[in-house]
Nanobody
Framework: QVQLVESGGGLVQPGGSLRLSCAAS????????MGWYRQGPGKQRELVAA???????RYEDSVKGRFTISRDNAKNTVSLQMNSLRPEDTAVYYCYGDPWGDGHFSWGQGTQVTVSS
């Protein structure tokens, strides 16, 4: 299994920036797919951004051009740089790891991001 620990998050004004980081540890040293989901108030959890160990990325449409996902395979970390934040980005953000790319996710504990003036 994979253990995931997130850092970052907090309160930011609209138009501001935040950076989320997630560190993975455990039996699996090379995690195929890592990324971030979020769950806003009264909403379903949705994929925000993901990146494979080969560097292939995918983004939810509303964050394209504003968010950038990156990872360090040697350190087993994944980061999400969030710029031009909007109130609708307010959510709990969850890091996930899918070691084999088969949909068996491990999850972090979640970190709150609040965008408000």
């Amino acid at each position: 299994q994979v253990q995931l620990v997130e850092s970052g998050g907090g309160l930011v004004q609209p138009g501001g920036s935040l950076r989320l980081s997630c560190a993975a540890s455990g039996r699996r040293s090379n995690i195929y797919d890592m990324g971030w989901y979020r769950q806003g108030p009264g909403k379903q959890r949705e994929l925000v951004a993901a990146i494979t160990s080969g560097g292939n990325t995918r983004y939810e449409d509303s964050v394209k051009g504003r968010f950038t996902i990156s990872r360090d395979n040697a350190k087993n970390t994944v980061s999400l740089q969030m710029n031009s934040l909007r109130p609708e980005d307010t959510a709990v953000y969850y890091c996930y790891g899918d070691p084999w790319g088969d949909g068996h996710f491990s999850w972090g504990q979640g970190t709150q991001v609040t965008v408000s003036s």
